[in-house]
Every structure is written in structure tokens, then in C-alpha cells.
């Protein structure tokens, strides 16, 4: 939508089109040639075939924020596609909560990777919650039937599954990521 800056005044003839919504993903390119006829003809169908927030927004990939970036700048790679997932646990015949330890996993290893000892990975996990929540929205899409409150439930349990597994496992986990134990302090 063009809005109140876009007008054409004395002292003004150029303006700048910026795209503040998903109208590029859901209508096509400005300047993109339209059938306006057929539209008008059919405008339910034209209407049909939009593409909804919703659906738009599953195309998306998760970024990390450069100010979080830093803080796990050890590791090469902090990205998981959990729908490449899903589809590699579904052809290998295995459960869609293998996804979810998958995930689990590459948390742990950057995690690991970045931190010195059980206090700085704990820490590193409070960082991680929209990663965390964009990767369990995308599974929960997977699996197509789930519920607010499983969502809710589901984050909850991640994180305290997580912490869990660091604390439990932190000396022996960072000594296979590092190669040798977690200097003690003394």
C-alpha cells in the first residue's frame, strides 16, 4: 500500500516504495504485470489464491540477531531447518519427536562451543528463546495437529530439557566438543 509520503508535491517527485508487510510475497513484484480483467472477473478467485500470513511466513528462515551472533561466534553454523528434518526422520520410518532431539543436540554442541563452563552454557540457553520458539513453531506445523497450550507446554519442557542435559552432562559434553575437560577454577 502506497500511503501519505508517497505524493507527488512541488518540491517532491521522487518517492521510495518500502514494502512493510509480506505484499511482495503475496502479490509479486511492484511493476509486475497483472490481468486486472481477469481479476475483475473472478475477484474470489483472485482473493483464493493469496497467499495467507500464516503460510507466507513458513517460507521464512530464522536469523540470529548479530548481538547474539557474537555470543556463539565459535560456532560455524547455528542454523537447524527443522522441515529438512521432519522429512529425513519421516523417510527413515522414525518418530517426529526425533526432530525435537535433533534439535535438542545442535543446541547442545553450540552451546558447548561457546561456553566455559555450566553457568555460561545455562545462560546461553536463556539467550536462545526465539530460536528456540521459531524452531518449535515450525515443528509444531510439521506435525500439524497441536494446540496453543501443547506449544506452551512443549517450550516449557524444551528449555528445561535442555538446561537439564547441560547440567547433567557438561563436563563430558564439552570435553567431546573441546577435546580435553573444562578448566577448573580454583
Keep these: 500500500m502506497i500511503g501519505r509520503g508517497s505524493r507527488i508535491l ?3 517527485s521522487e518517492f521510495d516504495v518500502i514494502d512493510l508487510g509480506n505484499n511482495f510475497l503475496r502479490f509479486g513484484p511492484w511493476g509486475a504485470d497483472l490481468d486486472w480483467q481477469k481479476i475483475f472477473r473472478n475477484p474470489d478467485t483472485f482473493l483464493d489464491n493469496l497467499l ?6 513458513s517460507f521464512f ?9 557474537a555470543k556463539f561466534s565459535k ?4 542454523y537447524f531447518d527443522v522441515k529438512a528434518a521432519y522429512v529425513d526422520v519421516l523417510r527413515s520410518d522414525a518418530q517426529s519427536k526425533e526432530v525435537l532431539a535433533r534439535s535438542m543436540d545442535q543446541h547442545t554442541h553450540i552451546i558447548i562451543e561457546n561456553s566455559e563452563d555450566v553457568y555460561d552454557a545455562l545462560e546461553l540457553v536463556d ?5 528456540i520458539n521459531f524452531r518449535l513453531k515450525q515443528y509444531t506445523k510439521c506435525i500439524s495437529k497441536s494446540t496453543y497450550s501443547f506449544l506452551s507446554w512443549l517450550k516449557t519442557d524444551y528449555r528445561t530439557r535442555l538446561k537439564s542435559h547441560l547440567r547433567k552432562n557438561f563436563n563430558t559434553l564439552f570435553e567431546d566438543v ?4 573444562p578448566v577448573e577454577e580454583e
Excluded: Q
Design 178 to 181: 573441546h577435546g580435553h575437560p
Design 10 to 12: 512541488k518540491d517532491k
Design 75 to 78: 560456532s560455524k553454523d547455528v
Design 127 to 131: 539467550l536462545l528463546n526465539e530460536d
Design 61 to 69: 528462515k530464522y536469523e540470529m540477531p548479530e548481538k547474539l551472533r
Design 52 to 57: 495467507e500470513d500464516e503460510e507466507i511466513e
